[in-house]
């Protein structure tokens, strides 16, 4: 069985939501699957299709479809590639405490911490269980707010409830989330964070991990998923957000301050990210105090 080190991978939910989901009807070459982990809880839900499991030490097939529920840092590999997925997949990632620290320790919770603790040795539904659940769980891409974390949660009662249910990784292969090989991500989001409001190049950043700009590129977009100037943009404008509702400053002083040199393309960013201008969003916020 495989024991190589697996990759870090960041996952970074749609602004303005703590729960991550990615559906796609069809794989479209964006990645191939590789050996990974992350901190958040993944609930996956393939509607048609064939291919492997490789989940901690537990490796089989599937040949149809398959419900999985992954616990926090349970290395993986990604299940479907250009020849397995003939479907649709449905990716739901949320961190165990997305709703604080204590809300699955209180009784009304109890069946659904249960859940989530089996879910750190990978747990397989079947057939019933994928039957009843599958169409909730594709749905929630189309949900906003407190509606998708409400059907989360129906979703995870359901799931607590089932009994139609195998444990894949029994014993208990996790990976912890210090290794020396993933100092590379940890270094990278640390000079972003560090350096946002002015040019980063992709040669000083690359520098910075000791790799090629080729190669670099190739990494930053395996682990999150993203190109490199667009998480640094999306960095920005979080922090964007965060100055209209608690400061002053004109919206053109904001976009300077948040390493924007060109005024138009803050805008046309902004309004792609929050899917609203920064002056409409700032509006809204000033309705909302009042």
Known sequence: MKKLKPVLEKITPAFGSSIH?????????ESNPFW?????????????????????????????????????????????????????????????????????????????SQLLERSKMGVLFGTNTKKELGIAIEALADKKGFDKIVALLNILQSLANSEDYKILNADGFLFETEPQDNAKINIIYKY??????????????????????????????????????????EYRIVHATKLLSESQLSITDISYECGFNN????????????????????KELKRIVQ
């Open 21 to 29: 989901v990615h559906k796609h009807g069809a794989y479209v070459g």
């Open 36 to 112: 990974h982990f992350h901190p958040e809880i993944e609930l996956v839900y393939i509607n048609k299709g064939k291919g492997k499991r490789h989940i901690g030490n537990h490796l089989s097939y599937y040949n149809n479809s398959q419900l999985l529920l992954l616990g926090s840092n349970l290395p993986h590999y990604g299940f479907v590639d250009r020849l397995t997925l003939n479907g649709s997949e449905t990716v739901v990632q949320f961190k165990p405490d997305f709703l604080g620290d204590d809300f699955f320790d209180v009784p009304e919770m109890k069946l659904i």
């Open 192 to 233: 972003i964070n560090e350096n946002f409001q002015q040019h980063i190049s992709l040669e000083v950043i690359a520098e910075k991990v000791s790799m090629s700009i080729p190669a670099f590129c190739r990494y930053f977009k395996k682990v999150t998923g993203k190109t490199f100037t667009k998480l640094v943009n």
């Open 263 to 282: 005024f138009s393309h803050f805008n046309k960013l902004f309004n792609e990210f929050t899917g609203k201008s920064a002056s409409k969003y700032r």
